[in-house]
């Protein structure tokens, strides 16, 4: 083989060389291109998919499952708002046992409630918390004596707060079933003259519901949880010494049709679960000293 011959052998030998390393990194660049456009679609879809899971909750739009509501054997309740003078109203306890069951009447109150040298308070149990009167037995002693006999007989357990008089900041309870006109059997005298020596009612009085004719009070009570102008025409018969604050949140609980004034139902209910009595030595007089509402005799000349 001539020289000629074999450099035309080796030029042949480098050219299908290079065309064959040429082939190869065509071949490397092509599958690379194919896993780079493999990775982007696959990329792609699982994006896609995270956006329209709704169970994934850190992307998922609208309240995620820790946001959600749990199941509960009770209904839930909001959060309470309070009231215009900054009062949260109470959310009531369920009813007590005794809740619904019929009251009786009585032809009159039972005497000799009242010993003497004794004081009393009326402890009264709520579905919104515990309140304690101190009941004003010189002041009003037919209205103490009965309401001590009906609270004894367990009348006003599982009674209902029915009304929520706002516009006098009044709460208003003590029938027997749970209405305006329910008579006891038995009215009472007016005792006026606390209310009508301090001009009116503080928050906290507890006072005698009666009808526009005298001497027609009964069972019914209302209790005050705020300034009001009602006039002295009403018994006064007790004064809250303890529960200020439960007093106020059963207040503070709307009525149930606001723009209704004849309709001063709560919109949440709430029960005397109990009224007890508490009988202890008589205090030394004090803020709840009985009043002296005659006028003194004149001096003999």
Request: charged letters at 20%.
């Amino acid at each position: 083989m001539s020289g000629k011959q074999n450099r035309r052998d080796s030029k042949a030998a480098r050219d299908a060389a290079r065309e064959a390393a040429r082939k190869r990194e065509q071949r490397r660049t092509l599958v690379t291109a194919g896993i780079v456009v493999g990775a982007l679609v696959i990329g792609g879809t699982l994006i896609a998919l995270s956006l329209n899971n709704p169970e994934d909750p850190d992307i998922a739009e609208g309240p995620t499952p820790s946001d959600s509501a749990l199941p509960s054997d009770t209904p839930s309740s909001p959060d309470p708002v309070p009231s215009g003078n900054g009062v949260a109203p109470c959310i009531p306890a369920p009813p007590p046992a005794s809740a619904g069951q019929p009251k009786q009447t009585y032809a009159a109150a039972e005497p000799g409630q009242l010993a003497g040298g004794t004081a009393h308070n009326a402890v009264v149990e709520t579905s919104c918390g515990r309140m304690v009167f101190r009941l004003l037995e010189d002041d009003a002693p037919e209205t103490v004596n009965s309401f001590i006999f009906l609270a004894r007989e367990g009348f006003y357990d599982g009674l209902e707060v029915f009304r929520n008089a706002t516009s006098i900041s009044a709460l208003q309870t003590g029938a027997g079933d749970n209405q305006g006109t329910w008579d006891i059997g038995y009215t009472l005298p007016d005792e006026f003259g606390r209310a009508e020596f301090f001009g009116g009612y503080e928050p906290g009085a507890l006072a005698m519901a009666k009808t526009a004719d005298p001497n027609s009070g009964g069972s019914q009570f209302f209790m005050v949880y705020g300034e009001t102008s009602l006039p002295p025409e009403y018994t006064l018969f007790g004064q809250l010494v303890e529960g200020l604050d439960v007093l106020e949140s059963i207040g503070a609980i709307p009525v149930q049709d606001p723009s209704d004034p004849s309709n001063e139902a709560p919109s949440a209910q709430v029960y005397l679960d109990s009224v007890t009595i508490d009988t202890f030595p008589q205090e030394p007089p004090g803020p709840n000293a009985p009043v002296e509402t005659t006028a003194p005799s004149p001096a003999a000349s």
